[in-house]
């Protein structure tokens, strides 16, 4: 086991459960992700715990409410903790719950797909979504510690895993030519352990010089304002990872307009998607003026613009201010 800011390693989840059950009292409450229950981590698990059932289409303030219910219920106090086992949903989800209940109690992440290993349990952002986009409500507040346990990997099957390397190529792109390259040249569409530590360093990295994101931080957007928007379009039947895949193309062609970007970087990015059988084009449902009210709520439009990130190349992020119809008119191309 290794320690890195608060981010311990474990190869296998005997570990992580000895790792648990020594270091928590009864004082504890784990939450785990009903997708899990075949593990049998609540037979293994000395602290309370509960399996509870969430996913993207009720990423809502009623699960959030649902889950303020359990805590109340378990006589949760200040000094207790939350321990939350799942992918990205249920993490923001009770990462949220935890942030804002009783005004904050600690809470650690112990993430079980490869998207919240690399991702989403890194940086403290949680929250949910409501009618007016994903994410649109949530705050800032870091978990105590992040349990990675990677024989969870083991459990995923193949689209799930995939949807996470869509989130570690994206870090590779902004931030890190090694983890691009290799992922590109790999014949294998499986990641080494070392690779995905570095995808995580990518991220903390990043959080750590600007947790508020007010520079920096925004490139780690890269692909996901039109990516959301195509999970909303979509009634969230796009999964996440696929949605971003096919962002970060678009992205990726405004980076040609843009700055410059050339056509063989972007075309090792299509064959990538090949290789992993991700499509790179979407069809929008809805017609042009009501992406754009939706486009109008997303958290970074001021006036009409959105700051949108773009790529010079590989590790050379850039952000820009784009009007709204502009964006609109690439993803519809």
Known sequence: MTINNNIYYFESLNDLVQKI?????TNTLVLIDQNLSLLNLQKSLNAKNILINVSETTKSLDT????WQIFFECELDRTSDVLIIGGGVLLDL??????????????????????????ASHGGKNGFNNEFGKNQIGTFNLPKSVFVCFEFLNTLDEN?????????????????????????????????????KSGINVKTKIVNEDFLESNQRKYLNF?????????????????????????????LLLSKIYFGLKDELINLYLKFLEKINFTYSYNFQ???????QILKNDKKVINNNIEIVLIS???????????????????YE
């Open 160 to 196: 799930n895993y995939k949807n996470g390397l869509i989130e570690l190529i994206k870090h590779g792109l902004i931030a890190d030519e090694e983890i691009v390259l290799t992922m590109f040249s790999s014949t294998e569409y499986k990641v080494s352990y070392d690779l995905i």
């Open 21 to 25: 059950n020594s270091n928590y009292s």
């Open 94 to 119: 009770a990462g949220f719950a935890a942030s804002t209940y009783k005004r904050g109690i600690n809470f650690t992440y112990i993430p079980t797909t490869l998207l919240s290993i690399v991702d």
């Open 64 to 67: 959030v409410n649902k889950i």
């Open 286 to 292: 809805k017609p042009k003026t009501e992406l754009l």
């Open 223 to 251: 692909g996901h304002t039109i990516g959301h928007l195509i999970e909303k379009d979509s009634k969230f039947q796009i999964s996440h990872g696929q949605a971003v895949a096919i962002g970060m193309y678009y992205e």
């Open 313 to 331: 190349d590989i590790a050379k992020p850039k952000l820009m201010k784009l009007n709204l119809e502009k964006l609109i008119e690439v993803a």
